[in-house]
């Protein structure tokens, strides 16, 4: 499933395709310089769940259906093993994190479809976190679910294990559209689980959404929308389809079964979900997220946009601490494999520069409703946010006090004015 959150890209969400980089050790050590200064930061986990029953059309994921694990990986690969395995990799980081003294202050579960592991199972991944590190007091404890494949009781027992933000994702309320994107839950049901989930006592509750689908009318847009809102979620996200090559979808637009929705489409969806989402009350923290106060925003989330640590666990899950970043192998078999003879699952790593971590500042923090500080910007940088605060782009009284923060317009032109700025 398209998930809200899940490593590095876009929303955090995990490619499929893994970047070089250098060696990990076999022990996982980082260098001394990684825990400098990191009483100063957040530390959050993510624990990937790379299964899923189909694969949607749109998805380049690290995930893998039964079909595709059947004998590629034994045993090892298996789901009914798969929370022991990734209790060892939350085992190992608190080996290569040594004393650090961080209590964990997010936990985000995401796919794939963590919800097709049994609830007892999720709860254990999260137990390890726990009796490991431990959990702060108001920590924020995330899973994505699909609609399917949970139920009230399902619900209730993520809640009595500690979970309490739940995200489902919905996609769409039209069922031409879901099946476009091979989605298999039926219309209304993301809605229902909204209800269940706020019945089994989750306080905060996600819905995504994708826009842009091949097919999909501004009508289809706005009913998907109505229906989100109409279900009192505090939280949605809204992404613009990404189609990536070698997904079942580039191939079907490829053959021209299914038309390319342009970027002008996507800007006029855009728009039509921040009206609706401010109408009803949801305000926008970061470019694709709305919330409907500071309370119900999506704090894992902004780990990866404000630059702070977090461990990934899990098949290619991806890690970041303290300007050292490493990913993991991405078949299952192999994940467990490496840990079964005590090895880090690491499969590559690169140390941050100075540059390397301006840069990625600027490109997270703009995309945020603060903005990024103009410390960071050079001086063509500067001169390019000057102009783009006369073109409307950037907000005029956020820049002069210090500040460059995208106006509506600006966040439909969001990439380009990052380019300009890192300049």
Known sequence: MAGESAGVR?????????????????????????LDGAGDRPLGFYLHVPYCATRCGYCDFNTYTATELRGSGGVLASRD??????????????????????EVRTVFVGGGTPTLLDPADLVRMLDAVRDEFGLADDAEVTTEANPESVDPAFLAALREGGFNRVSF?????????????????????????????RAAGFEHVNLDL???????SDDDWRASLDAAIGAGPDHVSAYALIVEEGTRLAARIRRGEVPMTDDDEHADRY?????????????????????????????????????????????????????????????????AAA???????????????????RVERIMLELRLREGAPLTLLRA?????????????????????AGRAVLTLRGRLLADAVVRDLVD
């Open 10 to 34: 876009d929303n955090g969400r995990m490619p499929s395709a893994l970047p070089d980089g250098d060696p990990v050790p076999e022990t996982g050590e980082l260098p001394a310089s990684a």
């Open 210 to 216: 994708i826009y842009g689908t091949p097919g999909e």
């Open 271 to 335: 728009l039509i979900a921040d009206e609706a989402l401010s109408a009803a009350g949801f305000g926008w923290y970061e470019v694709s997220n709305w919330a409907t106060s500071q309370a119900a925003r999506c704090l894992h989330n902004e780990l990866y946009w404000r630059g702070a640590d977090w461990w990934g666990a899990g098949p290619g899950a991806h890690s970041h601490v303290g300007g050292v970043r490493w990913w993991n192998v991405k078949h299952p078999g192999a994940y």
């Open 81 to 102: 093993n798969y929370a022991g395995t990734l209790a060892d990799e939350v085992r190992l980081a608190r080996k290569v994190l040594g004393d650090d003294p961080r």
């Open 169 to 197: 994702g919905m996609q769409s309320a039209r069922q031409d559209v879901l099946r476009v994107l091979d989605r298999t839950h039926t219309p209304g049901r993301p809605e229902a689980c909204v209800a269940e989930a």
């Open 339 to 357: 840990l079964a003879q005590g090895r880090s699952p690491g499969a590559g790593r690169e140390l941050l520069g100075a540059e390397d971590r």
């Open 380 to 400: 063509e940088g500067r001169r390019a946010a000057e102009r783009h605060v006369r073109e409307g782009l950037l907000a005029a009284g956020p820049y002069a």
